[in-house]
């Protein structure tokens, strides 16, 4: 369920499908890692493999006008994407998350070294 058909699947694909084919061979990208990283953007947070399916094969979604904008600029989204999976760039979002969390500790930290070196200071007088 799901799958291409074996044979020459490429023959039925539209105009739009065989960028959209070439642009993930060339990302080297799957299915899942396209809708994952679509998801992220705005007006495809619902955005399924069945859609991405039908936007490849179905001449009928070519000629619905409001889908031809929502097409090109997914296709716009992953070509200008790195080469990088959406899990290495989540990866690296939360690195940079936890880098984050790191300075701000430190800070809190020096603030109650401060604190207990002010507070030792008056008790001692």
């Known amino acids: 369920m799901g799958r291409r058909p074996k044979e020459n699947w490429e023959a039925t694909?539209?105009?739009?499908?065989q960028r959209f084919e070439k642009?993930?061979?060339?990302?080297?990208?799957?299915?899942?890692?396209?809708?994952a990283t679509l998801r992220?953007?705005?007006g495809f947070e619902k955005l399924n493999r069945?859609?991405?399916y039908r936007w490849e094969f179905s001449n009928r979604a070519?000629?619905?006008v409001h889908l031809v904008g929502r097409k090109e600029y997914a296709l716009q989204v992953?070509?200008?994407?790195?080469?990088?999976?959406p899990a290495s760039e989540f990866a690296g979002h939360l690195i940079d998350e936890l880098r984050?969390?790191?300075e701000e500790l430190q800070r809190l930290q020096n603030k109650v070294r401060q604190l207990i070196a002010a507070t030792t200071f008056h008790r001692s007088q």
């Open 100 to 102: 984050e969390m790191e």
């Open 23 to 35: 642009v993930r061979a060339e990302r080297r990208m799957s299915y899942n890692d396209v809708v």
């Open 50 to 52: 069945s859609t991405l």
């Open 78 to 85: 992953i070509t200008q994407l790195s080469t990088q999976s």
């Open 62 to 64: 070519d000629k619905m």
């Open 13 to 17: 694909l539209t105009e739009w499908g």
């Open 40 to 42: 992220t953007h705005e």
